[in-house]
């Protein structure tokens, strides 16, 4: 069964410019969230989607966005990229966002933003 | 507001000794306790779990304490290995698994 895959793994941007990750789950999980990893932070909570819908979201500024499409698959998007959005981003998936279980994470992207 | 906290930002222990790692939450709504190791260049790995109505689950070497009156989860290895050298998260749920709250992570590193 494959896991949590998330594009691209690393790259780099300037201050200014918008970036889109791509998430996708393991087959036949329908819950997708995303985290964002920096030094001293921790994991912290982006938004969270299922079917389609946004069902929670982070305190995280509007530039920070995402999408989730009919197959599960996720993108999420940083509009007007600044020097602090430098982080480890992070997509889970599970069954459906409920009850006991844990959750599946892929190996995150790497964002540097010069 | 840092409502799962791990104050130790790092633990060294030796093989084959008892690793604790300490996690304490401000939010007493929180139903459910996990704890997550990461690997370097690796996404973090579900580890173990406790819901609030228990005081201790175990599986295998890893044991996960909850002492709700003083806010407080620990996480046990025994015996400590080098394959656990990692860093673990803690982390809380409330009403399911939408939106947990991590801890900012404490590295063990298991020392041979």
């Known amino acids: 069964k494959a896991g949590v895959t998330q594009t691209p793994r690393y790259l780099i941007k300037t201050r200014g410019q918008q970036v889109t990750l791509s998430c996708s789950p393991i087959s036949g999980h329908r819950s997708v969230s995303w985290y964002q990893q920096t030094p001293g932070q921790g994991l912290q909570f982006l938004f969270e989607?299922?079917?389609?819908?946004?069902?929670n979201k982070g305190n995280f500024p509007g530039r920070f966005s995402g999408r989730q499409f009919s197959n599960s698959r996720s993108e999420m998007n940083v509009s007007t990229l600044e020097l602090g959005d430098s982080a480890l981003y992070l997509c889970?998936?599970?069954?459906?966002?409920?009850?006991?279980?844990?959750?599946?994470f892929g190996e995150g992207s790497r964002l540097t933003v010069l | 507001d840092q409502q799962v906290k791990q104050n130790s930002p790092s633990l060294s222990v030796q093989e084959g000794r008892i690793s604790i790692l300490n996690c304490d939450y401000t939010n007493s709504m929180f139903d459910y306790f996990l704890w997550y190791k990461k690997y370097p260049a690796e996404g973090p790995t579900f580890l173990i779990s406790?819901?609030?109505?228990?005081d201790k689950n175990e599986d295998g070497r890893f044991t996960v304490f909850l002492n709700k009156s003083a806010k407080h989860l620990s996480l046990h290895i025994v015996p400590s290995q080098p394959g656990d050298s990692a860093v673990y998260f803690c982390a809380a749920s409330q009403g399911g698994y939408q939106k947990v709250t991590f801890g900012t992570g404490t590295k063990l590193q298991v020392i041979p």
């Open positions: 406790i819901s609030s109505i228990k």
């Open positions: 889970a998936s599970s069954l459906d966002g409920r009850g006991p279980g844990e959750l599946f």
């Open positions: 989607y299922f079917s389609e819908t946004q069902r």
